[in-house]
C-alpha cells in the first residue's frame, strides 16, 4: 500500500504564488513518474506538470515558465512552485505517483486533492 500526503495550496491574490508539496510513502521499491494535475468545476481533470525519476520534466502549456516541478527521489516527494498565478489556475490540485511497490507490483495512486484559489 501506498500513501500519498499533500499540502500546501490555499488562497492566493493574482500575480502570487504557492507551494504544493507531496510526500509519497508505504512499500516503495522504486518510484517512476510523480507529477501534478488539477480539476476546475465542470472540467475535466488535467495534467499540469510531471517529472520521471531521471528529472525530466512536462509542463502544461498554459504553466510553462511559471510553475516549476521538482524532487527529492530519496524521500519520494515531489514540489510544485506555483508563481504568477492567474485565476484561471483556480482548481483542486492532485498528486499523481507511479512505480513498483513490493513484488514488483506497479502502482499508480491518487492524492486527496488540495484547493488552489486564485482570486482577482
Known amino acids: 500500500q501506498v500513501q500519498l500526503v499533500e499540502s500546501g495550496g490555499g488562497l492566493v491574490q493574482a500575480g502570487g504564488s504557492l507551494r504544493l508539496s507531496c510526500a509519497a510513502s508505504?512499500?516503495?521499491?522504486?518510484?517512476?513518474?510523480m507529477g501534478w494535475y488539477r480539476q476546475a468545476p465542470g472540467k475535466q481533470r488535467e495534467l499540469v506538470a510531471v517529472?520521471?525519476?531521471?528529472?525530466?520534466?512536462n509542463y502544461a502549456d498554459s504553466v510553462k515558465g511559471r510553475f516549476t516541478i521538482s524532487r527529492d527521489n530519496a524521500k519520494n516527494t515531489v514540489v510544485l512552485q506555483m508563481n504568477s498565478l492567474k485565476p484561471e489556475d483556480t482548481a483542486v490540485y492532485y498528486c499523481?505517483?507511479?512505480?513498483?511497490?513490493?513484488?514488483?507490483?506497479?502502482?499508480?495512486?491518487w492524492g486527496q486533492g488540495t484547493q488552489v484559489t486564485v482570486s482577482s
Open positions: 499523481n505517483a507511479q512505480g513498483h511497490s513490493t513484488g514488483w507490483r506497479p502502482f499508480a495512486y
Open positions: 508505504g512499500s516503495i521499491i522504486s518510484m517512476n513518474a
Open positions: 517529472i520521471t525519476s531521471g528529472g525530466s520534466t
